[in-house]
């Protein structure tokens, strides 16, 4: 059981480039999330979704973009990199979005922008 | 304005010994608060959770208090094993609901030989 799989695990981005990281989940998991991880910042909501076709924005929404038209996939693209979006994203699901939750995160993908 | 605050940055502790990392929180509409351990190049990991109904949940050697007048939680782990040593986030929702969930910073815990 693979549980929550995050590629790439690192990425180097020039400033104003686009990507897209990939996130996937076998757990038929109806919520996914994606946090970034900074220092003295702790983990910040990006987006979620309640379930396919469904996205919301989260504390710091600005600058990416998702979409679910799967249940198992969530990808998170950055429009445009800018230095400020160095940080290590994590990718989490739980079965749904109520309730006693408990999220299971993805291994992480580091990402720099010079 | 950081809602959930984890003001120790780093704690170690002899192993076999109590370790205690604590959390305060702001937002009286919390009433749901977890905490989970990150290893390096891992992502964090669920350890325990408590509702604001109780004022203590202990699974083995991990026991979370709830001091709701205080807004304040506490984690101990006793005995510390040396495989503890990691960083604790502690995180707090209304309702449960997992977007709306907030991480403090985190603690550092180091348990020593």
């Known amino acids: 059981n693979a549980g929550v799989t995050q590629t790439p695990k690192f990425q180097v981005l020039k400033t104003g480039q686009s990507m897209t990281l990939q996130c996937a989940q076998d757990m038929n998991h109806e919520y996914m999330s994606w946090y970034r991880q900074d220092p003295g910042m702790g983990l910040r909501l990006i987006h979620y979704s309640v379930g396919a076709g469904i996205t919301d924005q989260g504390e710091v929404p600005n600058g990416y973009n998702v979409s679910r038209s799967t249940t198992e996939d969530f990808p998170l693209r950055l429009l445009s990199a800018a230095p400020s979006q160095t940080s290590v994203y994590f990718c989490a699901s739980s079965y749904d979005n109520s309730g006693a939750n408990v999220l299971t995160f993805g291994a992480g993908s580091r990402l720099t922008v010079l | 304005d950081q809602q959930v605050k984890q003001n120790s940055p780093s704690l170690s502790v002899q192993e076999g010994r109590i370790s205690i990392l604590n959390c305060d929180y702001t937002?009286?509409?919390?009433?749901?608060f977890l905490w989970y351990k990150k290893y390096p190049a891992e992502g964090p990991t669920f350890l325990i959770s408590i509702s604001s109904i109780k004022d203590k949940n202990e699974d083995g050697r991990f026991t979370v208090f709830l001091n709701k007048s205080a807004k304040h939680l506490s984690l101990h782990i006793v005995p510390s094993q040396p495989g503890d040593s990691a960083v604790y986030f502690c995180?707090?929702?209304?309702?449960?609901?997992?977007?709306?969930?907030?991480f403090g910073t985190g603690t550092r815990l180091q348990v020593t030989l």
């Open positions: 995180a707090a929702s209304p309702t449960g609901t997992a977007s709306k969930l907030t």
């Open positions: 937002n009286s509409m919390f009433d749901y």
